[in-house]
């Protein structure tokens, strides 16, 4: 989506780009505000394609107005082509939370399909970069608390105390806060007061971290590999429990060969690695 954004004396074109961070400004629309930035030497962005850019600076709390309502935020002097400005997430997270629809807005999510009309309440994870956008809203919400009593992935909130008291008030006040923010949890999908819980993979328990029993099954039990694509879904589920078996890269190196371009060619060698790292990880699991 592009709009209008007037700068000081100059009025750029601007994209909302929800798969972006920050918010940035081509060299050329910074020299026409007639503004000055503070110059970053050595620093670079990472854009879509994987491309570094160079930052040559930044406007610390820049002044900009959309439609005449005025706003500021930190503008990233990029060498960009094709539009002026590019305003991210960081901008609009200041318009409150995004991923809910509003209810005069519903109806123009609508879509008609052979059953009827149907429409959004929620923004949909098929939209391009709903997924990223909804992770950087749940840790901005949550940014306070993460990695001293939370841990958070998409929906996935897991609150962890060593003491029962202390674990009763945290748990109101990640509730509080989601609730002040209009973000609901789905009873049925919750689980309060375990000893033990399932997240991401792994079962973590009071004395530490384990493996989750039925990933471990699948490693066990995957069939042998004729391809080179059914070698890396294995390699690919194995190694990521890799930090618990000592010497993964050594066990798995003589896979890793036969990934390479026309490497591929199962051989009784490969066979024999591939049998030894499923015991290996039955045995050390």
Same mark, same amino acid.
């Given at each position: 989506?592009?709009?209008?954004?007037?700068?000081a %004396?100059a009025t750029?074109?601007? !994209?909302?780009?929800?798969?972006?961070t920050?918010?940035?400004?081509?060299? /050329?629309?910074?020299?026409?505000?007639?503004?000055?930035?503070?110059p =970053?030497?050595?620093?670079q962005?990472? !854009?879509?394609?994987?491309?570094?850019?160079?930052? +040559?600076?930044?406007?610390?709390r820049?002044a900009f107005?959309?439609d005449?309502k005025?706003?500021?935020?930190? #503008?990233? !002097?990029?060498l960009?082509?094709g539009?002026?400005v590019?305003?991210g997430?960081?901008w609009? /997270?200041?318009l409150? *939370?995004? $991923?809910a629809?509003?209810?005069d807005?519903?109806?123009?999510? /609508?879509f008609?399909?052979?059953?009827?009309?149907y429409?959004?309440?929620?923004m949909p994870?098929?939209?391009?970069?709903?997924p990223?956008?909804?992770?950087? +809203?749940?840790?901005? #919400?949550?940014?306070?608390?993460r990695?001293?009593?939370?841990?958070v992935?998409f929906d996935?909130i897991l609150i @962890?105390n &060593?003491?029962w008291?202390?674990h009763?008030?945290?748990i =109101?006040t990640?509730l509080v806060?989601l609730?002040?923010?209009? +973000?609901f $949890?789905?009873h049925?999908k919750?689980?309060f007061? &375990?000893?033990?819980?399932? @997240?991401l993979g792994h079962?973590?328990l009071?004395?530490g971290?384990?493996?989750?029993a039925a990933k471990?099954?699948a490693v066990?039990?995957?069939?042998?590999?004729?391809s080179t =694509? &059914?070698?890396r879904?294995?390699l690919? #589920?194995?190694?990521?429990y =890799?930090k618990?078996?000592?010497?993964y890269?050594e066990l798995?190196?003589?896979l890793m060969q036969l990934?390479? %371009?026309?490497?591929f060619s199962?051989t *009784?060698?490969a066979?024999?690695?591939?049998?030894? #790292?499923?015991?290996?990880?039955?045995h050390?699991?």
């Amino acid at each position: 989506m592009r709009v209008p954004v007037s700068i000081a %004396k100059a009025t750029c074109h601007a !994209v909302l780009d929800l798969g972006s961070t920050h918010n940035f400004i081509s060299e /050329a629309a910074a020299a026409h505000t007639g503004l000055r930035f503070t110059p =970053r030497a050595g620093m670079q962005v990472t !854009v879509a394609n994987g491309e570094h850019i160079p930052n +040559l600076g930044v406007f610390s709390r820049a002044a900009f107005s959309i439609d005449g309502k005025g706003f500021t935020g930190d #503008l990233f !002097v990029l060498l960009l082509a094709g539009y002026d400005v590019v305003l991210g997430t960081q901008w609009l /997270a200041t318009l409150g *939370p995004i $991923l809910a629809h509003a209810p005069d807005d519903i109806s123009k999510t /609508a879509f008609r399909t052979y059953e009827g009309l149907y429409e959004f309440v929620v923004m949909p994870f098929g939209l391009s970069n709903t997924p990223v956008t909804f992770q950087a +809203l749940m840790n901005d #919400l949550l940014r306070a608390y993460r990695q001293r009593f939370v841990l958070v992935f998409f929906d996935g909130i897991l609150i @962890y105390n &060593a003491y029962w008291s202390e674990h009763l008030h945290h748990i =109101r006040t990640v509730l509080v806060t989601l609730c002040a923010n209009t +973000l609901f $949890l789905k009873h049925n999908k919750c689980s309060f007061g &375990a000893e033990s819980v399932a @997240y991401l993979g792994h079962v973590i328990l009071a004395t530490g971290v384990a493996m989750d029993a039925a990933k471990v099954q699948a490693v066990v039990e995957w069939p042998t590999p004729h391809s080179t =694509r &059914a070698l890396r879904g294995f390699l690919g #589920l194995a190694s990521y429990y =890799r930090k618990f078996v000592h010497g993964y890269g050594e066990l798995a190196g003589p896979l890793m060969q036969l990934l390479k %371009k026309d490497g591929f060619s199962w051989t *009784p060698e490969a066979d024999a690695t591939f049998t030894t #790292l499923k015991m290996t990880r039955h045995h050390r699991w």
